[in-house]
């Protein structure tokens, strides 16, 4: 077994990158909307159309594009998932029998969110005003992300779980630290970078204001905190095999 150090700096890379990977939100949802915008937005820009749902009166709301932007969530979060857990399993492959089920419980933490989106409708597409969305992504699909996980690695012996406490500190100290990244952009940087630019690098810069720093720091502190935790959960799970086959 790899050092401790060893394992946190693959660790925190795995769970950093892997969550940087939901920038892929950002060219999917433009692609989406260009794609199978309802007929009002026929005639407007990108950037118009972005402004223009971000507003809509979810009685308004196209049920159509509804349906395609929970499609598109759920290619995104497959995308995502997929890349923190092929990553993931890098770093615990000697622990893992199963790289297909550690792949599809990891997506499947993010895809679980998607039913609580449903409940609120509009929620992941601009329906309802305020950080709905990523909160529902970085502390809902994080959290259950850990949750599963846990779950499997306890099925397979690893079943100290104090790890995912950590975890999801990790997740709250990432949502904390991106704040002080997106209040200082958004007023004291915004106004001047809107001028300066056109309207659609303008919308690019700006998802990437909040999403870069968001699942960024979430994914940072995530496996920072959670990688000596698990490190000793899976060094208490190897003594207490060594126990076992002695007896």
Do not use: C
């Not at 950037?47 to 594009?65: R, T």
């Not at 890098?90 to 792949?103: A, D, G, M």
């Amino acid at each position: 077994m790899t050092s401790l150090k060893t394992f946190r700096k693959n660790w925190v890379s795995a769970t950093t990158i892997g969550f940087f990977s939901l920038l892929v939100m950002i060219p999917i949802s433009f692609i989406t909307l260009t794609l199978f915008h309802p007929p009002q937005f026929e005639g407007l820009t990108l950037p118009e159309m972005f402004s223009k749902l971000a507003s809509i009166d979810l009685a308004e709301f196209d049920k159509n594009l509804y349906i395609v932007e929970q499609i598109s969530h759920i290619i995104i979060y497959a995308i995502a998932g997929g890349i923190l857990a092929q990553l993931q399993y890098k770093v615990l492959k000697q622990f893992i029998p199963n790289r297909l089920k550690w792949t599809v419980i990891t997506i499947f933490g993010l895809w679980v969110i998607l039913f609580g989106d449903l409940v609120v409708m509009g929620l992941s597409t601009g329906g309802v005003e305020g950080p709905w969305e990523p909160l529902l992504i970085g502390l809902g699909g994080g959290g259950l992300i850990a949750l599963f996980q846990y779950l499997y690695l306890r099925s397979v012996g690893i079943k100290k779980g104090t790890w995912v406490v950590w975890w999801i500190l990790g997740i709250i100290t990432g949502i904390v630290a991106s704040a002080i990244f997106i209040f200082i952009y958004e007023y004291f940087l915004i106004d001047r970078i809107e001028q300066s630019l056109s309207p659609m690098l303008f919308l690019v810069v700006d998802w990437l204001s909040f999403v870069l720093p968001y699942f960024t720091l979430i994914g940072f502190f995530v496996g920072l905190f959670s990688a000596k935790p698990l490190y000793r959960a899976i060094e208490l799970s190897k003594l207490d095999k060594d126990e076992n086959e002695k007896h």
